[in-house]
């Protein structure tokens, strides 16, 4: 979407974009479609490229057995993706532009040289809800373009794309074809995390000032928020606190990205952090 506003507003044609599709062991119906059909709708170029075999294939040369679904098992797969990208972009003369958010980067959601590498992270400065935000946005200004060319259908899909469970797709679907590896359910609510990172980053809370506000925040007295109980906040803010100290070397080593709001994790102007740095004090104090 970024790529399409950018072209649009240089007035270049959007074939010029290369939108690539790279379904796997983990791939469902659902998000498929909503790619292809996307891709088909904004009217750029569309590659498809299964990468099954290519990671069956490095299964067997490594010698890893491809029904242990574990984090081997994942990480081929993303990474096998980016190898393809990076090939693509030398062939074509083009750029990498990368999908990870800072959310992500937060808690290191992302393999290493995988889906964490680009040439450029377009959104790496944009938490995850924002993102969601903003793909709802995008959507009601394609309704209200009713002049445009396939307007209704690219947001009809917005809409359902945003309501998919997030997810990277490494791990097979369940026995109905739904997305059986959920993100939200394996480190947690993103609303959550994201409140954690503003008042982390911005201002530099101690944890049991982090407990304290996301308390209060989400404390069900605003019915257009969620409400967690205690338990829950200090369960994924201690999650938080782990995930954020153990994952900063794939922060140290970032592509290039925009700042986009007041915090930010690149290690070349907002956040620098030894990437051994311990959590071990600051998970003391949450549970002290």
């Not at 917005?158 to 097979?172: F, H, N, Q, R, Y």
């Not at 109980?229 to 592509?255: G, M, N, Y």
Request: charged share 25%; glycine share 8%.
């Amino acid at each position: 979407l970024v790529c399409v506003r950018t072209f649009d507003k240089l007035g270049y044609d959007r074939k010029g974009i290369v939108g690539v599709t790279m379904p796997g062991f983990g791939t469902t119906d659902r998000t498929y479609h909503n790619a292809l059909a996307l891709m088909q709708s904004l009217g750029i170029t569309l590659r498809e490229i299964n990468i099954a075999k290519a990671v069956t294939q490095h299964f067997e040369d490594i010698g890893h057995d491809p029904s242990v679904h574990d984090v081997t098992y994942e990480n081929s797969q993303a990474r096998e993706r980016t190898q393809l990208l990076m090939d693509l972009s030398n062939q074509l003369g083009g750029l990498v532009v990368g999908t990870g958010d800072l959310s992500e980067l937060a808690l290191g959601w992302a393999t290493y040289n995988g889906d964490h590498m680009s040439m450029y992270g377009v959104n790496a400065g944009v938490p995850k809800t924002l993102i969601r935000y903003l793909v709802r946005y995008v959507a009601a200004e394609f309704a209200s373009h009713d002049e445009e060319k396939d307007a209704g259908d690219v947001s009809r899909l917005l809409l359902d794309i945003v309501d998919t469970p997030i997810s990277p797709e490494l791990t097979p679907a369940d026995e109905n074809g739904q997305i059986k590896q959920k993100t939200e359910d394996l480190v947690g609510p993103y609303e959550l995390h994201d409140f954690f990172l503003y008042y982390f980053l911005r201002f530099g809370f101690a944890p049991e000032k982090l407990f304290l506000l996301a308390k209060k925040a989400f404390d069900g007295h605003d019915s257009r928020v969620a409400t967690y109980d205690d338990e829950v906040i200090r369960h994924w803010l201690a999650t938080f606190l782990r995930r954020f100290f153990s994952q900063q070397f794939k922060r140290s080593c970032l592509p290039d990205g925009p700042k986009v709001g007041s915090v930010s994790l690149s290690p070349r102007g907002d956040w620098r952090m030894p990437s051994d740095a311990s959590s071990a004090i600051w998970l003391k104090q949450l549970t002290s």
